[in-house]
T-cell receptor, first 115, second 112 residues
Framework: SQTIHQWPATLVQPVGSPLSLECTVE??????LYWYRQAAGRGLQLLFY??????ISSEVPQNLSASRPQDRQFILSSKKLLLSDSGFYLC??????????????FGPGTRLTVL | GENVEQHPSTLSVQEGDSAVIKCTYS??????FPWYKQELGKRPQLIIDIRSNVGEKKDQRIAVTLNKTAKHFSLHITETQPEDSAVYFC???????????FGSGTKLNVKP
């Protein structure tokens, strides 16, 4: 069966510091991968998605970036964090669009607090 | 692109009553509609989904209905229990597309 991992689970960082969040998926190959951010009490904001190694689509202009160095690894980064980057970061995966299964599954999330 | 709207934003019901959450979508090419439940501090969990070739799907106390003509779909929870209290999100996905479009969420409170 497929599982999705994220780390770290929680993170407290000062403003202006760098960020690296990692997501890995097991039990599937060539998944679509997604990064979402959820501010406290709010909805899901899609940040990036990827359909393959090195293929990243950015949804919202900001000081974050994403990379996919391996098929089942997705990394979210920042060179300098802002206070507004605080939130709950969720990685998710799905199979490629088409006639087959369409479900999207979320990782356990990383709670980031920028002080 | 697709636009998914979700109502109400908050819903309070008495234990044992039914709860209904509604979503509308704008793109008639959308063909897959999942519902997620998110408990406080946890990840969203897929609870039920429906594809555009069916009008209704049930799983115990949970059901989803889809009206393709009107472009809306609804989540129905019967005999609500306190553990149903959570935020529920609807979403839509188009055939052969890779993005999911989410509603803004409904906070359901089931009062014992």
């Amino acid at each position: 069966s497929q599982t999705i991992h994220q780390w770290p689970a929680t993170l407290v960082q000062p403003v202006g510091s760098p960020l690296s969040l990692e997501c890995t998926v097991e039990g599937t190959s060539n998944p679509n991968l997604y990064w979402y951010r959820q501010a406290a009490g709010r909805g899901l904001q899609l940040l990036f998605y990827s359909i393959g190694i090195g293929q990243i689509s950015s949804e919202v202009p900001q000081n974050l970036s994403a990379s996919r160095p391996q098929d089942r690894q997705f990394i979210l980064s920042s060179k300098k964090l802002l206070l507004s980057d605080s939130g709950f970061y969720l990685c998710a995966w799905s199979v490629m669009g088409g006639p087959g299964p369409n479900e999207q599954f979320f990782g356990p999330g990383t709670r980031l607090t920028v002080l | 692109g697709e636009n998914v709207e979700q109502h109400p934003s908050t819903l309070s019901v008495q234990e044992g009553d039914s709860a209904v959450i509604k979503c509308t979508y704008s793109d008639s090419a959308s063909n897959y509609f999942p519902w997620y439940k998110q408990e406080l501090g946890k990840r969203p969990q897929l609870i039920i989904d429906i594809r555009s070739n069916v009008g209704e799907k049930k799983d115990q106390r949970i059901a989803v209905t889809l009206n393709k003509t009107a472009k809306h779909f609804s989540l129905h929870i019967t005999e609500t229990q306190p553990e149903d209290s959570a935020v529920y999100f609807c979403a839509a996905r188009k055939y052969n597309f890779n993005k999911f479009y989410f509603g803004s969420g409904t906070k359901l409170n089931v009062k014992p």
